[in-house]
């Protein structure tokens, strides 16, 4: 399991609450385990124009202040911008990731979702970028700047697309997928399914629990099933006043089962 520790840099947004990312992130998947750690007000002044600040300031103030510390990998969430344009980023000892909330209002999908759900999303990507990236042989060369493997600059509705809008973000959070291309090198490069699963949670931890539930059981037969039996209900619920008495005990049992199981599997996917 590995060790990620979640530090807030700088003033945060009021309506994100980095506490809601830890207990969703360790809730969501088994392979990391998260936690808070006191959070670093001071980060010094921006160091480029418009207020922003370098990546490599930002990550190496968070890695200066690690204390005693042994997680492997440090995530910095901050509203400041960072330079150039980036919202979110790794760097290239793949130890530390920075996500920056700035001008997150621009976005009307983050808007209508929350800002925690952004915060998991952009985990899930970056920690799949670092068990790719441990893995691929010859090494990345990725500087935080730069658009480099598995991301593309193709706009793919792909969790690995590199948008330079913040605008297109929610588009890739409301229906989180990954492309042909970002899952061959992922498979080349012999990332565990295990990791790629856990990052998917991560991904999708900010959804609420109906849509992870669909999305989860749309590809299950059992849930097709159900599916069928539900609609089949509701056609049978039309027509019971007009069907013979021995049917209806039948169509009562269908009833009550097809409210029951969609209920024990929303149940199973929240406790996965
Ligand atoms: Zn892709």
Not at 104 to 133: C, M, N, P
Not at 178 to 185: G, Q, T, Y
Request: net charge neutral.
């Amino acid at each position: 399991m590995t060790r990620v520790r979640i530090v807030q840099l700088g003033p945060l947004q009021e309506q994100l609450n980095l506490r809601e990312v830890v207990i969703k992130a360790n809730r969501s998947q088994g392979q990391y385990i998260f936690h808070l750690a006191a959070p670093l007000e001071h980060v010094g002044e921006p160091t480029e124009y418009d207020g922003q600040y370098k990546f490599d300031l930002l990550a190496d103030h968070l890695q200066s202040k690690r204390g005693n510390d042994t997680a492997q990998i440090l995530i910095g969430v901050t509203d400041h911008a960072i330079y150039d344009q980036m919202f979110s980023a790794v760097n290239s000892e793949l130890t530390c990731i920075l996500i920056s909330t700035a001008d997150i209002e621009e976005d009307k999908v983050i808007q209508k979702t929350s800002r925690a759900g952004y915060v998991l999303f952009e985990i899930g990507a970056h920690l799949l970028t670092i068990e790719y990236r441990k893995l691929k042989k010859p090494k990345i060369k990725g500087e935080p700047e730069d658009c480099a493997e598995p991301w593309h600059k193709e706009r793919l509705t792909c969790i690995f697309d590199w948008d330079e809008e913040r605008r297109h973000t929610g588009q890739k959070i409301a229906s989180p997928k990954m492309c042909a291309i970002s899952s061959a090198l992922l498979y080349e490069a012999g990332v565990a399914q295990t990791l790629i699963d856990a990052t998917t949670n991560l991904v999708r931890a900010g959804l609420t629990p109906i849509r992870t539930f669909l999305r989860n059981q749309a590809r299950d037969p059992i849930t097709i099933l159900i599916l069928a039996a539900l609609l089949g209900s509701v056609a049978g619920l039309k027509v019971f006043s007009t069907v013979s008495w021995w049917l209806q005990p039948y169509i009562l049992l269908s009833l009550a089962l097809a409210v029951l199981l969609p209920y024990r599997f929303w149940q199973l996917s929240r406790n996965k």
